[in-house]
């Protein structure tokens, strides 16, 4: 199970930090969605890997609940900056005409 998760973890941040390298606008936002899940994971999976135990209190080992609690506060917060980045991403190609990243043209020209 542990070697199941590491793997997703690693699969989440290499794939967001190639589409972070990008050079267009929403593989970047992305990449930037696909980094915050991995770490998300991460630390949801720092309080603790158990099957079938209760949250706190049980005969078992317990369940850390403060990386639960920052995971979910994490995801509210990703989902809003990347609607943030989304808006933004949208506002600079329509004043640039183009979604690359340093404002240039595919053919060489200034945006």
Do not use: C, W
Not at 82 to 91: D, E, K, Q, S, Y
């Amino acid at each position: 199970m542990e070697a199941l998760v590491a793997v997703m973890i690693a699969v989440l941040v290499g794939t967001g930090v190639y589409l972070v390298l990008r050079a267009r606008t929403f593989p970047v936002i992305l990449g930037i969605t696909l980094l915050s899940y991995g770490v998300n994971l991460f630390v949801f999976i720092s309080g603790r890997l158990a099957v079938n135990q209760p949250a706190i209190v049980g005969n078992g080992p317990a369940s850390d609940p403060l990386p639960q609690a920052l995971v979910l506060t994490a995801i509210v917060i990703g989902f809003a900056m990347t609607a943030f980045l989304v808006v933004l991403a949208l506002r600079g190609q329509g004043e640039t005409g183009t979604d690359h990243v340093d404002g240039k043209r595919d053919d060489g020209g200034e945006g």
